[in-house]
Protein backbone atom coordinates (compact mmCIF):
# COMPACT_ATOMS: atom_id res chain seq x y z
CA UNK A 1 0.00 0.00 0.00
CA UNK A 2 1.08 3.53 -0.76
CA UNK A 3 0.87 6.36 1.50
CA UNK A 4 1.75 10.24 1.77
CA UNK A 5 2.98 12.39 4.52
CA UNK A 6 3.57 15.65 4.56
CA UNK A 7 5.08 16.90 7.59
CA UNK A 8 4.05 20.24 8.27
CA UNK A 9 -0.19 20.98 8.15
CA UNK A 10 1.07 24.79 8.67
CA UNK A 11 3.82 27.07 6.94
CA UNK A 12 3.74 31.05 7.80
CA UNK A 13 6.18 32.68 5.67
CA UNK A 14 7.19 36.20 5.25
CA UNK A 15 7.27 37.73 1.84
CA UNK A 16 10.05 37.26 -0.80
CA UNK A 17 11.21 34.42 2.24
CA UNK A 18 12.19 30.64 0.54
CA UNK A 19 9.96 27.91 1.76
CA UNK A 20 10.06 24.60 1.56
CA UNK A 21 7.24 22.04 1.87
CA UNK A 22 7.86 18.64 2.64
CA UNK A 23 6.52 15.75 1.24
CA UNK A 24 6.97 11.88 1.96
CA UNK A 25 5.83 8.58 0.28
CA UNK A 26 5.81 5.54 0.83
CA UNK A 27 5.67 2.91 -2.00
CA UNK A 28 6.72 -1.01 -2.82
CA UNK A 29 6.51 -0.32 -6.48
CA UNK A 30 7.18 2.86 -8.93
CA UNK A 31 5.39 5.47 -8.89
CA UNK A 32 4.81 9.19 -10.11
CA UNK A 33 4.86 12.21 -7.63
CA UNK A 34 2.62 15.18 -8.00
CA UNK A 35 1.99 18.23 -6.40
CA UNK A 36 -1.01 20.23 -6.72
CA UNK A 37 -1.73 23.42 -4.93
CA UNK A 38 -5.62 24.39 -4.06
CA UNK A 39 -6.26 28.17 -3.83
CA UNK A 40 -9.21 29.44 -1.99
CA UNK A 41 -12.86 28.55 -2.90
CA UNK A 42 -11.08 26.56 -5.80
CA UNK A 43 -10.33 23.36 -7.05
CA UNK A 44 -6.83 21.67 -7.07
CA UNK A 45 -4.47 22.67 -10.09
CA UNK A 46 -0.96 20.99 -11.03
CA UNK A 47 2.01 22.60 -10.04
CA UNK A 48 4.21 19.83 -10.93
CA UNK A 49 5.05 16.20 -11.24
CA UNK A 50 7.71 13.72 -11.11
CA UNK A 51 7.96 10.94 -14.18
CA UNK A 52 11.42 10.07 -14.72
CA UNK A 53 14.51 11.56 -15.97
CA UNK A 54 16.13 14.46 -13.96
CA UNK A 55 15.38 14.57 -10.30
CA UNK A 56 14.60 18.48 -9.79
CA UNK A 57 11.64 19.55 -11.71
CA UNK A 58 10.26 22.84 -12.49
CA UNK A 59 6.73 24.00 -12.22
CA UNK A 60 4.32 26.56 -12.44
CA UNK A 61 4.57 30.39 -10.74
CA UNK A 62 8.15 29.49 -9.60
CA UNK A 63 8.03 26.22 -7.53
CA UNK A 64 10.36 23.15 -7.99
CA UNK A 65 10.45 20.14 -6.48
CA UNK A 66 13.02 17.39 -5.86
CA UNK A 67 12.64 13.21 -6.04
CA UNK A 68 14.96 11.53 -3.99
CA UNK A 69 14.35 7.96 -3.95
CA UNK A 70 16.73 7.15 -1.08
CA UNK A 71 15.01 9.24 1.07
CA UNK A 72 11.30 8.67 -0.29
CA UNK A 73 10.78 12.91 -0.54
CA UNK A 74 9.57 14.94 -2.85
CA UNK A 75 9.78 19.07 -1.38
CA UNK A 76 8.64 21.67 -2.44
CA UNK A 77 10.24 25.08 -2.73
CA UNK A 78 10.60 28.37 -3.96
CA UNK A 79 13.54 30.89 -3.63
CA UNK A 80 10.78 34.08 -2.84
CA UNK A 81 7.37 33.59 -2.19
CA UNK A 82 4.34 36.01 -2.62
CA UNK A 83 1.63 36.58 -0.47
CA UNK A 84 -0.53 35.15 -3.90
CA UNK A 85 1.12 31.89 -3.13
CA UNK A 86 -0.90 31.69 0.11
CA UNK A 87 -3.19 28.15 -0.63
CA UNK A 88 -3.47 24.68 0.24
CA UNK A 89 -0.71 22.38 -1.32
CA UNK A 90 -1.29 18.74 -1.51
CA UNK A 91 1.53 16.29 -2.36
CA UNK A 92 -0.11 12.95 -4.72
CA UNK A 93 1.28 9.84 -5.50
CA UNK A 94 0.34 7.17 -8.25
CA UNK A 95 1.45 3.62 -8.80
CA UNK A 96 2.85 3.51 -12.89
CA UNK A 97 -0.11 2.81 -14.23
CA UNK A 98 -2.28 3.29 -12.19
CA UNK A 99 -5.81 4.52 -11.43
CA UNK A 100 -5.73 5.90 -7.99
CA UNK A 101 -4.08 8.58 -6.62
CA UNK A 102 -2.79 8.67 -3.23
CA UNK A 103 -3.05 12.85 -1.93
CA UNK A 104 -1.68 13.86 1.50
CA UNK A 105 -3.55 15.73 4.31
CA UNK A 106 -1.99 19.28 2.83
CA UNK A 107 -0.03 22.20 3.97
CA UNK A 108 -1.70 25.20 4.56
CA UNK A 109 0.97 28.02 3.72
CA UNK A 110 0.49 31.56 4.93
CA UNK A 111 2.37 34.39 3.06
CA UNK A 112 2.37 37.24 5.55
CA UNK A 113 3.52 40.77 4.53
CA UNK B 1 -7.91 24.11 -21.72
CA UNK B 2 -9.69 21.19 -19.64
CA UNK B 3 -12.82 22.24 -18.00
CA UNK B 4 -14.56 20.11 -15.11
CA UNK B 5 -17.88 21.77 -14.07
CA UNK B 6 -19.99 21.15 -10.98
CA UNK B 7 -23.33 21.63 -10.73
CA UNK B 8 -23.70 23.45 -7.27
CA UNK B 9 -20.65 24.99 -5.95
CA UNK B 10 -23.08 25.19 -2.24
CA UNK B 11 -25.63 22.60 -1.10
CA UNK B 12 -27.53 22.70 1.91
CA UNK B 13 -30.06 19.49 2.35
CA UNK B 14 -31.61 17.00 5.30
CA UNK B 15 -30.74 14.77 6.51
CA UNK B 16 -32.75 11.68 4.78
CA UNK B 17 -32.69 13.27 1.54
CA UNK B 18 -31.11 11.83 -1.67
CA UNK B 19 -28.32 14.12 -3.56
CA UNK B 20 -27.70 14.23 -6.97
CA UNK B 21 -23.70 15.71 -7.31
CA UNK B 22 -23.35 16.17 -11.02
CA UNK B 23 -20.04 16.47 -13.06
CA UNK B 24 -19.48 16.90 -16.60
CA UNK B 25 -15.69 17.42 -18.25
CA UNK B 26 -15.47 19.03 -21.94
CA UNK B 27 -12.23 16.96 -23.25
CA UNK B 28 -13.45 13.69 -23.58
CA UNK B 29 -11.59 12.07 -20.49
CA UNK B 30 -11.71 8.32 -20.60
CA UNK B 31 -11.22 8.59 -16.30
CA UNK B 32 -13.47 10.43 -13.95
CA UNK B 33 -13.28 10.60 -9.80
CA UNK B 34 -15.20 11.79 -6.97
CA UNK B 35 -13.09 12.86 -4.18
CA UNK B 36 -14.27 14.23 -0.57
CA UNK B 37 -12.33 16.67 0.95
CA UNK B 38 -12.09 16.92 4.82
CA UNK B 39 -9.49 19.42 6.94
CA UNK B 40 -6.49 17.39 7.82
CA UNK B 41 -7.40 14.32 5.91
CA UNK B 42 -6.76 15.93 2.85
CA UNK B 43 -8.31 14.14 -0.31
CA UNK B 44 -10.43 10.70 -0.14
CA UNK B 45 -10.97 8.69 -2.99
CA UNK B 46 -15.12 7.66 -2.87
CA UNK B 47 -15.45 6.29 -6.38
CA UNK B 48 -13.49 6.36 -9.60
CA UNK B 49 -15.00 5.22 -13.33
CA UNK B 50 -12.31 4.38 -15.90
CA UNK B 51 -15.03 4.22 -18.39
CA UNK B 52 -18.79 4.31 -19.08
CA UNK B 53 -20.60 2.66 -17.20
CA UNK B 54 -17.76 1.06 -15.63
CA UNK B 55 -17.06 2.06 -11.91
CA UNK B 56 -15.05 1.30 -9.32
CA UNK B 57 -14.94 1.76 -5.33
CA UNK B 58 -12.50 4.10 -4.17
CA UNK B 59 -11.47 4.19 0.11
CA UNK B 60 -14.38 5.39 1.35
CA UNK B 61 -17.44 4.30 -0.89
CA UNK B 62 -20.47 3.42 2.36
CA UNK B 63 -23.48 5.64 1.67
CA UNK B 64 -22.36 7.07 -1.81
CA UNK B 65 -23.02 5.29 -5.40
CA UNK B 66 -22.54 6.88 -8.65
CA UNK B 67 -23.81 6.68 -12.29
CA UNK B 68 -21.91 7.11 -15.36
CA UNK B 69 -24.20 7.03 -18.70
CA UNK B 70 -21.81 9.27 -20.81
CA UNK B 71 -18.55 9.96 -21.14
CA UNK B 72 -18.45 13.47 -20.32
CA UNK B 73 -21.00 13.01 -16.78
CA UNK B 74 -20.14 11.28 -13.65
CA UNK B 75 -22.88 11.82 -10.65
CA UNK B 76 -22.16 11.15 -7.32
CA UNK B 77 -25.59 10.49 -5.17
CA UNK B 78 -26.05 9.67 -1.53
CA UNK B 79 -29.07 7.98 -1.10
CA UNK B 80 -29.96 8.90 2.09
CA UNK B 81 -28.03 11.76 3.36
CA UNK B 82 -25.91 12.09 6.60
CA UNK B 83 -24.58 14.48 9.13
CA UNK B 84 -20.78 13.20 8.77
CA UNK B 85 -21.45 13.53 4.52
CA UNK B 86 -21.15 17.41 5.43
CA UNK B 87 -18.20 18.10 3.39
CA UNK B 88 -16.40 19.83 0.36
CA UNK B 89 -16.94 17.38 -2.57
CA UNK B 90 -14.33 17.20 -5.28
CA UNK B 91 -14.67 16.27 -9.30
CA UNK B 92 -11.50 15.51 -11.52
CA UNK B 93 -11.46 13.75 -14.76
CA UNK B 94 -8.14 12.47 -16.36
CA UNK B 95 -7.23 11.34 -19.77
CA UNK B 96 -5.03 8.15 -19.31
CA UNK B 97 -4.19 5.79 -16.11
CA UNK B 98 -0.88 6.70 -14.33
CA UNK B 99 0.96 10.05 -15.33
CA UNK B 100 -1.31 11.88 -16.60
CA UNK B 101 -2.82 14.83 -14.15
CA UNK B 102 -6.03 14.78 -12.70
CA UNK B 103 -8.13 18.02 -13.82
CA UNK B 104 -10.34 19.21 -11.00
CA UNK B 105 -13.21 21.13 -10.74
CA UNK B 106 -14.39 23.93 -8.45
CA UNK B 107 -15.85 21.86 -5.71
CA UNK B 108 -19.32 21.52 -4.22
CA UNK B 109 -19.54 21.97 -0.30
CA UNK B 110 -22.48 20.11 1.10
CA UNK B 111 -23.82 20.52 3.89
CA UNK B 112 -26.40 18.46 5.82
CA UNK B 113 -28.67 19.68 8.74
Known amino acids: AQSVTQLDSQVPVFEEAPVELRCNYS??????LFWYVQYPNQGLQLLLKYLSGSTLVKGINGFEAEFNKSQTSFHLRKPSVHISDTAEYFC???????????FGAGTRLFVKA | DVKVTQSSRYLVKRTGEKVFLECVQDMDHENMFWYRQDPGLGLRLIYFSYDVKMKEKGDIPEGYSVSREKKERFSLILESASTNQTSMYLCASSPYRGDSEQYFGPGTRLTVT
Open chain 1, 27 to 32: SSVSVY
Open chain 1, 92 to 102: AVINTGGFKTI
